[in-house]
Protein backbone atom coordinates (compact mmCIF):
# COMPACT_ATOMS: atom_id res chain seq x y z
CA UNK A 1 0.00 0.00 0.00
CA UNK A 2 2.76 2.40 0.33
CA UNK A 3 3.82 2.25 -3.29
CA UNK A 4 0.15 2.39 -4.48
CA UNK A 5 0.22 5.48 -2.45
CA UNK A 6 3.23 6.74 -3.78
CA UNK A 7 2.47 5.84 -7.59
CA UNK A 8 -1.14 7.48 -6.59
CA UNK A 9 0.54 10.64 -5.69
CA UNK A 10 2.92 10.62 -8.76
CA UNK A 11 -0.13 10.48 -11.35
CA UNK A 12 -1.40 13.88 -9.85
CA UNK A 13 1.87 15.34 -9.82
CA UNK A 14 2.34 14.84 -13.63
CA UNK A 15 -0.76 16.91 -14.33
CA UNK A 16 0.79 20.19 -12.69
CA UNK A 17 2.92 21.08 -15.87
CA UNK A 18 -0.34 20.54 -17.84
CA UNK A 19 -2.50 22.57 -15.53
CA UNK A 20 0.06 25.45 -15.79
CA UNK A 21 -0.14 25.54 -19.41
CA UNK A 22 -3.74 26.86 -18.65
CA UNK A 23 -2.70 30.17 -17.05
CA UNK A 24 0.19 31.18 -19.80
CA UNK A 25 -0.14 34.79 -18.40
CA UNK A 26 1.18 33.42 -14.59
CA UNK A 27 5.17 33.19 -13.97
CA UNK A 28 6.61 30.19 -12.64
CA UNK A 29 7.20 31.53 -9.20
CA UNK A 30 3.83 32.72 -8.28
CA UNK A 31 2.58 29.04 -9.85
CA UNK A 32 4.86 27.16 -7.06
CA UNK A 33 4.30 29.74 -4.29
CA UNK A 34 0.73 29.30 -4.81
CA UNK A 35 0.97 25.36 -5.41
CA UNK A 36 3.26 24.52 -2.71
CA UNK A 37 2.24 27.46 -0.25
CA UNK A 38 -1.40 26.86 -0.08
CA UNK A 39 -1.41 23.32 -0.42
CA UNK A 40 1.39 23.20 2.59
CA UNK A 41 -0.45 25.37 4.59
CA UNK A 42 -3.41 23.14 4.52
CA UNK A 43 -1.66 20.10 5.28
CA UNK A 44 -0.82 21.72 8.56
CA UNK A 45 -4.42 23.12 9.42
CA UNK A 46 -5.21 19.52 8.83
CA UNK A 47 -2.98 18.10 11.35
CA UNK A 48 -2.75 20.65 13.55
CA UNK A 49 -4.10 18.47 16.64
CA UNK A 50 -1.49 15.88 15.42
CA UNK A 51 1.38 18.82 15.61
CA UNK A 52 -0.10 20.33 18.98
CA UNK A 53 0.30 16.66 20.39
CA UNK A 54 4.12 15.68 18.95
CA UNK A 55 5.33 19.06 19.59
CA UNK A 56 7.90 17.96 21.89
CA UNK A 57 9.12 15.06 19.62
CA UNK A 58 8.67 17.69 16.54
CA UNK A 59 11.28 20.04 18.65
CA UNK A 60 13.79 17.19 19.33
CA UNK A 61 14.33 17.01 16.00
CA UNK A 62 14.24 20.60 15.00
CA UNK A 63 16.96 20.48 12.80
CA UNK A 64 15.27 17.63 10.55
CA UNK A 65 12.32 19.71 10.45
CA UNK A 66 14.25 22.59 9.36
CA UNK A 67 16.35 21.25 6.78
CA UNK A 68 13.13 19.73 5.48
CA UNK A 69 11.35 23.25 5.67
CA UNK A 70 13.66 24.78 3.90
CA UNK A 71 13.88 22.42 0.92
CA UNK A 72 10.38 22.33 0.40
CA UNK A 73 10.19 26.28 0.27
CA UNK A 74 12.62 25.99 -2.60
CA UNK A 75 11.48 23.21 -4.42
CA UNK A 76 8.54 24.57 -6.04
CA UNK A 77 10.58 27.79 -7.35
CA UNK A 78 13.25 25.46 -8.68
CA UNK A 79 10.49 22.94 -10.78
CA UNK A 80 8.30 25.43 -12.00
CA UNK A 81 11.47 27.61 -13.12
CA UNK A 82 12.54 24.33 -14.70
CA UNK A 83 9.60 23.66 -16.99
CA UNK A 84 8.99 27.40 -18.08
CA UNK A 85 12.43 27.43 -19.23
CA UNK A 86 13.49 23.85 -20.40
CA UNK A 87 9.72 22.28 -21.31
CA UNK A 88 6.87 20.77 -19.55
CA UNK A 89 8.11 17.19 -20.37
CA UNK A 90 12.18 18.02 -20.01
CA UNK A 91 12.03 19.86 -17.05
CA UNK A 92 9.80 17.40 -15.19
CA UNK A 93 11.99 14.62 -16.55
CA UNK A 94 15.11 16.47 -15.21
CA UNK A 95 13.63 17.45 -11.39
CA UNK A 96 12.33 14.08 -11.01
CA UNK A 97 14.75 12.09 -12.71
CA UNK A 98 17.36 13.04 -10.83
CA UNK A 99 15.92 12.70 -7.20
CA UNK A 100 16.50 9.07 -7.18
CA UNK A 101 20.11 9.56 -6.99
CA UNK A 102 19.72 12.19 -4.64
CA UNK A 103 18.07 10.16 -2.50
CA UNK A 104 20.30 7.22 -2.64
CA UNK A 105 22.91 9.61 -1.44
CA UNK A 106 22.05 11.39 1.35
CA UNK A 107 20.51 8.35 2.61
CA UNK A 108 24.13 6.58 2.03
CA UNK A 109 25.61 9.78 3.59
CA UNK A 110 22.93 10.48 6.62
CA UNK A 111 21.97 7.01 7.38
CA UNK A 112 24.46 4.64 6.09
CA UNK A 113 22.03 2.81 4.03
CA UNK A 114 23.07 0.45 1.30
CA UNK A 115 21.33 0.05 -2.30
CA UNK A 116 19.40 -3.08 -2.94
CA UNK A 117 20.47 -5.07 -5.91
CA UNK A 118 16.61 -4.68 -6.75
CA UNK A 119 16.49 -1.10 -5.90
CA UNK A 120 19.35 -0.65 -8.55
CA UNK A 121 17.86 -2.41 -11.17
CA UNK A 122 14.71 -0.57 -11.10
CA UNK A 123 16.56 2.91 -10.80
CA UNK A 124 18.30 1.84 -13.65
CA UNK A 125 15.13 1.01 -15.92
CA UNK A 126 13.65 4.12 -14.49
CA UNK A 127 16.70 6.92 -15.45
CA UNK A 128 16.91 5.21 -18.43
CA UNK A 129 13.26 6.11 -19.33
CA UNK A 130 13.97 9.93 -18.13
CA UNK A 131 17.16 9.76 -20.57
CA UNK A 132 14.92 8.97 -23.48
CA UNK A 133 12.01 11.20 -22.55
CA UNK A 134 14.78 14.27 -22.28
CA UNK A 135 16.79 13.16 -25.26
CA UNK A 136 13.38 12.77 -27.11
CA UNK A 137 12.26 16.17 -25.83
CA UNK A 138 15.99 17.82 -26.76
CA UNK A 139 15.12 16.30 -30.55
CA UNK A 140 11.39 17.55 -30.56
CA UNK A 141 12.66 21.30 -29.65
CA UNK A 142 15.71 21.17 -32.24
CA UNK A 143 14.17 23.71 -34.74
CA UNK A 144 14.22 26.09 -31.90
CA UNK A 145 17.63 27.15 -32.93
CA UNK A 146 18.23 30.60 -31.29
CA UNK A 147 20.98 31.28 -29.08
CA UNK A 148 18.33 32.51 -26.28
CA UNK A 149 16.79 28.97 -26.61
CA UNK A 150 19.53 27.13 -26.14
CA UNK A 151 20.40 29.61 -22.97
CA UNK A 152 17.06 28.85 -21.34
CA UNK A 153 17.00 25.31 -21.93
CA UNK A 154 20.33 24.72 -20.44
CA UNK A 155 19.20 27.23 -17.10
CA UNK A 156 15.94 24.94 -16.81
CA UNK A 157 18.35 21.72 -17.26
CA UNK A 158 20.24 23.55 -14.04
CA UNK A 159 17.08 24.44 -12.08
CA UNK A 160 15.37 21.18 -12.56
CA UNK A 161 18.46 19.93 -10.93
CA UNK A 162 18.27 21.78 -7.71
CA UNK A 163 14.62 20.68 -7.55
CA UNK A 164 15.69 16.78 -7.97
CA UNK A 165 18.04 18.14 -5.15
CA UNK A 166 15.48 19.66 -2.58
CA UNK A 167 12.45 16.96 -3.37
CA UNK A 168 15.11 13.71 -2.46
CA UNK A 169 15.89 15.96 0.58
CA UNK A 170 13.05 16.97 2.02
CA UNK A 171 11.38 13.51 1.08
CA UNK A 172 14.46 12.07 3.61
CA UNK A 173 13.33 14.99 6.19
CA UNK A 174 9.96 13.44 6.53
CA UNK A 175 11.00 9.63 5.82
CA UNK A 176 13.09 10.19 9.19
CA UNK A 177 10.77 11.84 10.89
CA UNK A 178 8.23 9.23 10.95
CA UNK A 179 10.71 6.64 11.50
CA UNK A 180 10.85 8.04 14.14
CA UNK A 181 8.01 7.96 15.71
CA UNK A 182 6.17 10.80 14.74
CA UNK A 183 3.13 9.67 12.97
CA UNK A 184 3.10 10.99 8.85
CA UNK A 185 0.15 13.56 9.12
CA UNK A 186 2.14 15.86 11.85
CA UNK A 187 5.47 14.91 10.07
CA UNK A 188 4.18 16.22 6.91
CA UNK A 189 2.14 18.74 8.65
CA UNK A 190 5.40 20.69 10.09
CA UNK A 191 7.35 20.04 7.37
CA UNK A 192 5.12 21.31 4.47
CA UNK A 193 3.74 24.21 6.66
CA UNK A 194 6.71 25.70 7.29
CA UNK A 195 7.56 25.59 3.83
CA UNK A 196 4.32 26.95 2.87
CA UNK A 197 5.05 29.98 5.30
CA UNK A 198 8.64 30.25 3.64
CA UNK A 199 6.48 30.68 0.60
CA UNK A 200 3.71 33.46 1.25
CA UNK A 201 5.74 36.24 0.71
CA UNK A 202 6.84 35.17 -2.94
CA UNK A 203 3.26 34.59 -3.28
CA UNK A 204 2.48 37.82 -1.94
CA UNK A 205 5.01 39.34 -4.49
CA UNK A 206 3.94 37.52 -7.59
CA UNK A 207 0.41 36.25 -7.27
CA UNK A 208 -1.49 38.79 -8.54
CA UNK A 209 -1.93 37.11 -11.91
CA UNK A 210 -3.62 34.46 -10.20
CA UNK A 211 -6.70 36.52 -10.04
CA UNK A 212 -6.79 38.56 -12.89
CA UNK A 213 -8.95 36.17 -13.92
CA UNK A 214 -10.96 32.92 -13.12
CA UNK A 215 -8.77 30.51 -15.33
CA UNK A 216 -6.15 31.72 -13.37
CA UNK A 217 -7.47 31.27 -10.10
CA UNK A 218 -9.43 27.35 -11.26
CA UNK A 219 -5.56 26.65 -12.00
CA UNK A 220 -3.91 28.06 -8.66
CA UNK A 221 -6.83 26.24 -6.67
CA UNK A 222 -6.64 22.60 -8.50
CA UNK A 223 -2.91 22.80 -7.97
CA UNK A 224 -3.50 23.68 -4.83
CA UNK A 225 -5.97 20.91 -3.90
CA UNK A 226 -5.56 18.40 -5.80
CA UNK A 227 -1.24 17.61 -6.88
CA UNK A 228 -0.17 19.34 -3.47
CA UNK A 229 -2.62 18.80 -0.73
CA UNK A 230 -4.24 15.40 -1.50
CA UNK A 231 -0.74 14.52 -3.61
CA UNK A 232 1.38 14.96 -0.52
CA UNK A 233 -1.10 13.50 1.79
CA UNK A 234 -0.35 9.87 0.09
CA UNK A 235 2.80 10.69 -0.30
CA UNK A 236 3.17 11.12 3.55
CA UNK A 237 1.18 7.86 3.93
CA UNK A 238 3.27 6.39 1.36
CA UNK A 239 6.69 7.74 3.02
CA UNK A 240 5.25 5.58 6.41
CA UNK A 241 6.01 2.21 4.43
CA UNK A 242 9.00 2.56 2.09
CA UNK A 243 12.59 4.39 2.40
CA UNK A 244 12.68 7.69 0.73
CA UNK A 245 14.59 6.63 -2.07
CA UNK A 246 12.27 3.77 -3.16
CA UNK A 247 9.63 6.61 -2.69
CA UNK A 248 11.67 9.26 -5.26
CA UNK A 249 12.06 6.21 -7.69
CA UNK A 250 8.39 5.03 -7.65
CA UNK A 251 7.63 9.02 -8.45
CA UNK A 252 9.53 8.54 -11.81
CA UNK A 253 6.15 7.48 -12.75
CA UNK A 254 5.65 11.54 -13.03
CA UNK A 255 7.24 12.68 -15.62
CA UNK A 256 5.96 9.75 -17.61
CA UNK A 257 2.74 11.09 -16.81
CA UNK A 258 3.61 14.58 -17.44
CA UNK A 259 5.27 13.44 -21.23
CA UNK A 260 1.49 11.79 -22.14
CA UNK A 261 -0.30 14.67 -21.03
CA UNK A 262 1.86 16.93 -22.99
CA UNK A 263 0.92 14.99 -26.16
CA UNK A 264 -3.00 14.27 -25.38
CA UNK A 265 -3.63 18.15 -24.17
CA UNK A 266 -1.01 20.53 -24.37
CA UNK A 267 -0.73 19.28 -28.06
CA UNK A 268 3.35 18.41 -27.87
CA UNK A 269 4.59 15.65 -30.07
CA UNK A 270 6.46 12.94 -28.29
CA UNK A 271 8.61 11.12 -30.81
CA UNK A 272 9.05 7.14 -30.56
CA UNK A 273 12.36 7.78 -28.61
CA UNK A 274 10.12 9.54 -25.92
CA UNK A 275 7.50 6.53 -25.34
CA UNK A 276 10.03 3.94 -25.08
CA UNK A 277 11.24 5.81 -22.02
CA UNK A 278 7.58 5.81 -20.69
CA UNK A 279 7.91 2.21 -21.68
CA UNK A 280 11.51 1.82 -19.10
CA UNK A 281 9.70 4.09 -16.47
CA UNK A 282 6.85 1.42 -16.49
CA UNK A 283 9.54 -1.10 -16.13
CA UNK A 284 11.02 0.30 -13.47
CA UNK A 285 8.27 0.38 -11.54
CA UNK A 286 7.26 -3.23 -12.27
CA UNK A 287 10.14 -4.02 -10.56
CA UNK A 288 9.86 -1.80 -7.35
CA UNK A 289 6.07 -2.41 -6.85
CA UNK A 290 6.27 -6.35 -7.89
CA UNK A 291 5.52 -8.66 -4.52
CA UNK A 292 9.04 -10.71 -3.98
CA UNK A 293 8.63 -14.29 -3.09
CA UNK A 294 9.49 -15.63 -0.53
CA UNK A 295 10.91 -19.74 0.23
CA UNK A 296 8.75 -21.67 2.22
CA UNK A 297 10.78 -22.16 5.85
CA UNK A 298 11.55 -25.96 5.42
CA UNK A 299 10.80 -27.77 8.47
CA UNK A 300 13.55 -29.60 10.80
CA UNK A 301 13.64 -33.55 10.72
CA UNK A 302 13.42 -34.90 13.86
CA UNK A 303 13.49 -38.11 15.58
CA UNK A 304 10.36 -39.80 16.64
CA UNK A 305 9.37 -39.73 20.10
CA UNK A 306 6.61 -41.18 22.43
CA UNK A 307 5.29 -38.27 23.49
CA UNK A 308 2.99 -37.29 20.96
CA UNK A 309 3.31 -33.50 21.57
CA UNK A 310 6.90 -33.39 21.31
CA UNK A 311 6.33 -35.26 18.06
CA UNK A 312 5.38 -32.34 15.74
CA UNK A 313 8.06 -29.07 17.29
CA UNK A 314 6.79 -25.49 16.92
Known amino acids: MGAVCVLMASVLWGTTGTAATFAPGVGPLAIGAAAMGLGGLLQALLAAPRIAGEAARLRAHRGVVVTGA ?36 IERVRDGRRLTRRWTAGAGLGLSGTVLLCL ?13 SARATVLGVAFGLVAGFTYALYSWAAHRLISRGIPSGAAMGTVFGLGGLLLLPVLLATGAPLLASWS ?99
Do not use: K
Request: charged residues 10%; neutral net charge; glycine residues 10%.
Open 70 to 105: LSVGAYPLAFYSSMHLAGVAAGTVVSIGSAPLASAV
Open 216 to 314: NAAVGAYMALIPMFLGYLLFGWGLAHVPASTATTLSLLEPAVAAVLAVLVVGERLPLLGWAGVALVVGCLAVLTTPSRRPAPRLRATAPTTEPEQAYPT
Open 136 to 148: AEAGRSESDTAGH
